[in-house]
């Protein structure tokens, strides 16, 4: 665990600097941070091109279409903000494992752990291999589909992971009945109402009315497993059936 009394800090690399900062300002992952709950320091790449044209990328050795990011200003814009050797750096790119709730964990724990998480933002057609090689630990989809640019995928990751840092959301139970949580043993969360009781001839279901918070619980568990069921069938092949649901 990190002793520092600092809050934990998300270090994004990028092409992009003002979309990231943007978005990272914005909504709960900017309140998070103005709270002191977490620092974001947004790394311009271009900042470690060493030509005066900032040039970042080139073409592939051996001919193909799309230019590479080159390895240089990616090794050292990551050298110059790590503070441990063995922090976690993850590149977003299509060939990465797939980004899950399970990994969200990971990196938190990392980023509880060491004090940093760095996310370099891919693009173009790829990173110089050997940058990969050189200061690349974990690798990250999003998804079985193309982006222009790690950006939106880095930012993903960074909101996914600071809203489960302590006191960042405003109710502090409000991620443990989320879908994927424990508590939906890995499957999706339930339907959810608030007021009106009846909107277009659609009412609310009888039992969150009653207010018997047993019941409305064991209900709540039921239709989780009839939506995972229906929705992500593959996701109750690990499944355990919350205590609510048990029957
Ligand atoms: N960069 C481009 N596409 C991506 C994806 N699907 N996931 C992560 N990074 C990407």
């Not at 173009?124 to 050189?134: F, N, P, S, V």
């Amino acid at each position: 665990m990190c002793t520092s009394s600092e809050a934990p800090v998300v270090k994004v690399l990028t092409l992009f600097p003002d979309m990231v900062r943007t978005v990272l300002e914005t909504s709960m992952a900017g309140r998070a941070a103005r709270q002191g709950q977490v620092r974001y320091e947004v790394v311009d790449i271009r900042d470690f091109c060493v030509d005066k044209h900032r040039t970042v990328d080139d073409k592939a050795y051996g001919g193909g279409p799309g230019m590479i990011m080159m390895a240089q200003p990616v090794v050292e814009a990551v050298e110059s903000c790590r503070t441990h050797d063995d922090a976690t750096v993850i590149l977003t790119t299509p060939q990465g494992e797939t980004f899950s709730e399970g990994l969200t964990l990971e990196f938190l724990a990392e980023l509880q752990e060491k004090g940093e998480l760095i996310i370099i933002c891919g693009h173009y057609k790829g990173i110089d291999e050997r940058a990969r090689q050189l200061v690349v630990n974990r690798e990250v989809s999003l998804g079985d589909y193309v982006l222009t640019g790690g950006e939106l995928p880095a930012l993903v990751i960074a909101d996914a992971v600071v809203r489960r840092l302590d006191g960042v959301l405003g109710n502090s139970d409000s991620a443990d009945n989320d879908s994927f949580t424990e508590l939906r043993a890995g499957g999706l969360d339930c339907q959810w109402y608030t007021k009106p009781t009846e909107y277009r001839g659609l009412s609310v279901p009888e039992i969150l009315l009653s207010g018997h918070h047993a019941n409305i619980e064991k209900w709540r568990g039921e239709q989780a497993v009839l939506r995972t069921r229906e929705r992500r069938p593959e996701l109750l092949k690990d499944f355990q059936k919350p205590d609510s649901a048990k029957e």
